[in-house]
């Protein structure tokens, strides 16, 4: 960049026709123009501009570096813009990572299927695995997952983060296992029950409450357990015990036909969907675009 900077000037300084009219038009003192010039005089062992004369002129050498300076400041300004058009322009590919889970299967897939055909010029390429990542180190231009706010805002500073949604937890069993066993009438209740676990999930086997006043927890334990919220929604299903799975609020959730919930209003979750991207001062116009699609879809559906 000190070197673009001394061209710059250079060349500023030979369309202006003085030290100080390149320091007008620059905003710099006709000395730090001076030594700009002589920097690169120093670096090149050559003299660039006749100082003798009252007119300010060029070597011969000062002509031959002039004239690659114009070009390359050209090139770079051409870079420039060849980028700025890459941002704007909804094409190309985006580079997407997910969680498998809730956040993939019921929300960003389903509004890819939906974003894709408006948009045919664009190629989405999805990366999905329970790592987190970072996305600026990996190269990804979005990630999208569910995470507390106090984790979601840890370690990169390169990141930028957007909420998408609030989640919450429903405590669900088959009508046929609620049928052989007997429905939990509290909470605590679940600890007679054989709780489905899903260890992708933090403090799995400890679920959280409220009556009302307070947070409390109740320890749960059972037979199945998988890393796989599939997995869990369809041993549900089968009637092998009660889950707790991740759902959006404001969102009719796909299991409610399935499933029947209980303790929807004591059960807590300080989850949400967020948006991670790399921090840009201008957010390409692909990433925009689809964040403003998804977040549309969740209040058309609210």
Sequence with gaps: MRDQLSMEVLVCVVEKGSFSAAGHALNLTPSAISKHVSRIERELGV??????THELSLTEAGKIYHAHCVKILREI???????????????????????????????????????????PDLTVDVT????????????FDLAIRSDTRKDIGRGNGSVEYREIARCKYLICASKDYFRHHSKPKQPRDLVHHNCLLFVGQPSFDRWWFTDGRRKYGVSVKGHFRANDWMAIYEAALAGLGIARIQALQGRPPPIARNLE????????????????YPRSLNLPIKVSTFLDHLSAELKANA
Excluded: Y
């Excluded at 003299?47 to 003798?52: A, P």
């Excluded at 813009?81 to 960003?108: I, Y």
């Excluded at 919930?261 to 991670?276: G, K, N, Y």
């Design 77 to 119: 300004e051409r870079a420039r813009d060849a980028a700025r058009e890459a941002s704007a322009a909804l094409g190309g590919t985006l580079k997407l990572h997910l969680t498998p889970g809730l956040t993939a299967r019921q929300l960003v897939l389903p509004s890819l299927r939906r974003f894709l055909p408006k948009h």
């Design 47 to 52: 003299s660039l501009v006749n100082r003798s």
């Design 128 to 139: 999905m695995a329970l790592e987190s990542i970072d996305v600026v180190e990996e190269g």
């Design 261 to 276: 919930v209980i303790f929807e209003t004591e059960s807590v979750c300080d989850r949400a969907v967020w948006a991670l």
